[in-house]
């Protein structure tokens, strides 16, 4: 059974950047899916931030694009989410998720204050 666990730091200050990994464990990684991240801010639905394809691609949510930056290093089953500039707007859980195969990590809350 595939697992995703989030992993990074709750509270990060105003304009630095924040940066988190997904470690996915158990049974066989599958590069060739698109492997995305979530956020959902308090009081407000699901974002869809962004994902990486098995070729390294990148599609990002054109409102986060310019400070948003997804990899992935397979060989640590591992990818990561970076997200420059940060406001407290971007106070929320933070999700990693495989989503055509309906796989998520339980979810990370992260704090931007001062």
């Known amino acids: 059974q595939v697992q995703l666990q989030e992993s990074g730091p709750d509270l990060v200050k105003p304009s630095q950047t924040l940066s988190l990994t997904c470690t996915v464990s158990?049974?066989?990684?599958?590069?060739?899916?698109?492997w995305s991240w979530i956020r959902q801010s308090p009081g407000k639905g699901l974002e869809w931030m962004g994902a990486?394809?098995?070729?390294?691609?990148?599609y990002y949510s054109p409102s986060l694009k310019s400070h948003t930056a997804i990899s992935r290093d397979t060989s640590k089953k591992q990818f990561s989410l970076q997200l420059s500039s940060v406001t407290p707007e971007d106070t929320a859980v933070y999700y990693c998720?495989?989503?055509?195969?309906?796989?998520w990590g339980q979810g990370t809350q992260v704090t931007v204050s001062s």
């Open positions: 998720a495989i989503l055509r195969l309906g796989y």
């Open positions: 158990g049974g066989s990684i599958t590069i060739t899916y698109w």
């Open positions: 990486i394809g098995g070729d390294g691609t990148t």
